[in-house]
């Protein structure tokens, strides 16, 4: 396997940056240990629904004072509530209404009218969209952090009569690049010349290699298995496949 581009290192610490900021999004105070900060979120939504679990069916079935049970509706509120007020009341402050801004009037609103297991409720199933919503956010940057990985630091580019083997970071539209069988392909690009088949299960998850010859596009990262390619530039290594993942 070929090292990892400087490119390449960029895309990943990107990425960890991004993941940082996921492990952030909670809030957690720095006091905490570092386990809890980076399980802030997911403890918050388990804290809520235990909260309200215990409130809700304590009161209904155990003969819990309502006194006590509201109690765990308040801390069912703290813990649900907590990522929802920290995001909208910032926006509120500067004009902005979104949906944190909705769900956290609601709730308020359920508890204005005494309807505090309504609105605890409400909050745990928001925390907890939120929580799944970031979970496969930081999934997908991580699955592009480990494509960037895979990215060759160099390329062989045709100049004239010789071959030379430059950085993929300077790399123009147009240059012809001689892929050998075994290499990643360093570019998105379009093949010029030769046939082979290239293994694109890394970029588009088909687990069957795929034939490619003349005029066909091919992927940055993809596998070359078989014969020598020549491939024509069409994006420059800062706007290819990887780069360009919805995730990053």
């Known amino acids: 396997m ?8 960029e895309i990943t610490e990107a990425h960890d940056g991004d993941h940082d900021h996921e492990h952030d999004h909670g809030g957690a105070p720095g006091w905490l240990p570092h386990w809890i900060q980076e399980r802030w979120t997911f403890l918050t939504v388990a804290a809520a629904g235990v909260f309200l679990s215990i409130g809700f069916f304590g009161e209904k079935f155990f003969g819990l004072p309502p006194s006590v049970a509201l109690v765990f509706y308040i801390l069912a509120y703290i813990a649900g509530g907590y990522d929802v007020a920290r995001e909208a009341l910032p926006d ?5 209404f979104n949906t944190d801004i909705l769900m956290l009037a609601a ?33 997908a940057r991580n699955a592009v952090g480990e494509l960037g990985k895979l990215m060759p630091r160099t390329a062989h580019v045709k100049r004239g009569d010789r071959v030379e083997e ?83």
Request: zero cysteines; glycine letters at 8%.
């Open 107 to 139: 709730a308020i609103g359920a508890a204005a009218i005494n309807q505090w297991p309504e609105g605890a409720f409400l909050l745990f199933l928001f925390a907890l969209g939120h929580a799944g919503e970031h979970y496969a956010l930081d999934r």
């Open 166 to 248: 430059v950085p993929v970071e300077t790399l123009a539209v147009d240059d012809v690049v001689v892929v050998r069988p075994g290499d990643r392909v360093p570019v998105d690009g379009v093949i010029v010349a030769g046939e082979s088949t290239l293994d694109q299960s890394a970029v588009t998850g088909e687990s069957v290699p795929v034939a490619r010859k003349p005029d066909d596009e091919v992927f940055a990262g993809t596998i070359n298995q078989e014969n020598g390619l020549d491939v024509r530039v069409t994006r420059v290594a800062a706007d290819n496949t990887i780069t360009r993942s919805p995730a990053s």
């Open 92 to 96: 509120l402050f500067r004009g902005k």
């Open 2 to 9: 070929n090292p990892p581009s400087d490119h390449a290192t």
